[in-house]
Nanobody
């Protein structure tokens, strides 16, 4: 079973920045699309960003222009740079990988999440 571990969450003021990291074990990222999701209290999980093996990047409207997804294949890491954070970004953030090379709704491996809280 592939294991993923998120880190980098915490408390930040509105307008601040955080960089989330996701370490992937027992696999390589050169054949898997990477995704980031989040779940706010009382709400369903929603997609945030995706990066295909070919380098295509997709962002959902709430984070477009503020978040950036990236990867480091040698380190088996995927990242989510979060800038200009807003209170509505408060959520538990999850990284995930797909068996597909392109962005898809099918993600079979998930991390346990890291809390991001945006508050004054």
């Amino acid at each position: 079973q592939v294991q993923l571990a998120e880190s980098g969450g915490g408390l930040v003021q509105p307008g601040g920045s955080l960089r989330l990291s996701c370490a992937v074990s027992e696999t390589t990222l050169d054949n898997h699309a990477s995704g980031w999701f989040r779940q706010a209290p009382g709400k369903e999980t929603e997609g945030v960003a995706c990066m295909s093996v070919a380098g295509f990047k997709f962002y959902t409207d709430p984070v477009q222009g503020r978040f950036t997804i990236s990867r480091d294949l040698a380190k088996k890491m995927t990242y989510l740079q979060m800038n200009d954070l807003k209170p509505e970004d408060t959520a538990v953030y999850y990284c995930a990988i797909s068996p597909a090379r392109t962005c898809t709704e099918t993600y079979t491996s998930w991390g346990r999440g890291t809390q991001v809280t945006v508050s004054s």
